[in-house]
């Protein structure tokens, strides 16, 4: 009876995402990627703050489609690179100080501290996560907890399912990486998406930025600038000089953040028809190989990730349309 009722009060959740453990442990990681996948289904996470370390803590923040906040906290108790992650779990405040439960509705039964613990294990090139949380009281909190990890889940699997698509190769010592993805569009639809200016809006940089398209001569010397705007109204500025324009197999050309001056990288990009799909293939030359470093160290990898899946979406919304 006491084995039957320790099962009842624990969250058990095994899943097995569509992407290497590598990539897996990263999107479980790095704020940058949870924050696109934390929280039930139409739920966002605006605050996603993570100390990685034994004894280091976290700070969660989940925000309902109606505006409500939910906040979470912990320490992680035990951290096996790319194999286990130990942690206490609490509901907190904004400040991170452990609030009981029924600050957020649930019952008064319900701990203040949980410990999960999440496992991470190759299933040839796809990744087993299995989630462990006991003390869960039984019942329909319970319920909704284990809900709202399998939903969070299917967030996660989404975003990777794109990011495993989209291929980055930085050898070291090197001063260029090379980006490629296959999307499911004709050659001839996926060069007009790059290079219409009233399309790159919907694609170009992390949903969370607004993009404009201030200049886009798309012919060799012709140039182009894009400006990118965050929720708190910070401008961020690109721009770059066309020198090859092979409709519909190639483009060359410069880019340079307007931030930081004077790192111009040159971008070969080509497209290759693959019987109706569409190969691309993006080789960005640095100045340096720190240049490239820095870059990669920078957290672009997400964001490129992000615009990729976004750019394959537009493409499908074009087909449909």
Do not use: C
């Amino acid at each position: 009876m006491e084995e039957a009722q320790q099962i009842r009060s624990e969250i058990l959740i095994e899943r097995v995402i569509d992407a290497p453990r590598e990539l897996v442990w990263k999107a479980w990681t790095q704020p940058e990627y949870v924050r696109r996948w934390w929280g039930p289904g139409g739920f966002t996470a605006p605050v996603i703050r993570i100390d990685l370390r034994e004894g280091g803590r976290y700070l969660f923040n989940m925000r309902s489609p109606e505006g409500q906040d939910f906040w979470s906290t912990g320490e992680y108790r035990e951290i096996v690179l790319m194999e286990r992650i130990v942690a206490t779990d609490s509901f907190s405040d904004a400040e991170g100080n452990v609030v009981p439960a029924s600050a957020y509705g649930m019952s008064g039964d319900w701990p203040s501290e949980l410990l999960a613990t999440v496992t991470f294990e190759d299933v040839g090139d796809r990744t087993k996560v299995t989630i462990r949380e006991p003390g869960v009281p039984a019942g329909e909190n319970r319920d909704m907890a284990e809900a709202g990890w399998n939903e969070s889940l299917d967030k996660l699997a989404e975003v990777l399912g794109g990011a495993a698509k989209t291929h980055l190769t930085a050898e070291p010592g090197k001063q260029d990486l090379v980006i490629t993805r296959i999307f499911d569009a004709p050659r001839d639809l996926v060069f007009k998406t790059y290079t219409n200016p009233d399309l790159v809006p919907r694609w170009w940089g992390p949903a969370s930025l607004t993009t404009t398209v201030e200049e886009m001569d798309v012919r060799p010397g012709g140039t182009w600038r894009y400006l990118q705007r965050d929720a708190e109204g910070n401008d961020y500025a690109f721009h770059g000089v066309y020198h090859e324009i092979a409709q519909p197999e190639r483009l060359i050309y410069t880019f340079e953040f307007e931030g930081m001056p004077g790192h111009v990288t040159l971008e070969t990009v080509t497209l290759e028809d693959l019987d109706g799909r569409t190969k691309v293939t993006d080789r960005v030359v640095y100045q340096s190989v720190e240049d490239r470093d820095g870059t990669l160290q920078s957290g672009m990898e997400e964001g490129m990730n992000e615009t990729m899946d976004r750019f394959a979406d537009l493409l499908k919304e074009m087909q449909r349309g």
